[in-house]
């Protein structure tokens, strides 16, 4: 399985900016993607997700101003980011995971830098 990203950059605080991620390989078609966020030091911390029936989960610092999106036939997710802060600032990780039985998978992107400047 693999994981590409695009849409990172520098954005002024209030600025959008647009996240996507575009899974190819053997993905189990019952799966959740998502987007997580890791600053230096810190752990990595879950953005935003949605499953693969459209059920969608966010941090609740995002809440309101991001939306998570997807396209199942291209296996596709988009973060779409408004508002930005500068505590926003992260490399973002893309995220697909699914269950077989009581294991979890868990595939990653190679990150991409979103910073916010003020």
């Known amino acids: 399985v693999q994981l590409v990203e695009s849409g990172g950059g520098l954005v002024q605080a209030g600025g959008s900016l647009r996240l996507s991620c575009a899974a190819s390989?053997?993905?189990?078609?019952?799966?959740?993607m998502g987007w997580y966020r890791q600053a230096p030091g810190k752990q990595r911390e879950l953005v935003a997700a949605i499953t693969s029936g459209g059920n969608t989960n966010y941090a609740d610092s995002v809440k309101g101003r991001f939306t998570i999106s997807r396209d199942n036939p291209k296996n596709t997710v988009y973060l779409q980011m408004n508002s930005l802060k500068p505590e926003d600032t992260d490399v973002y990780y893309c995220?697909?995971?699914?269950?077989?039985?009581?294991?979890?998978?868990?595939?990653w992107g190679q990150g991409t830098q979103v910073t916010v400047s003020s």
């Open positions: 995220n697909v995971n699914w269950f077989v039985f009581r294991s979890r998978y868990d595939y």
């Open positions: 390989g053997s993905i189990l078609s019952n799966n959740a």
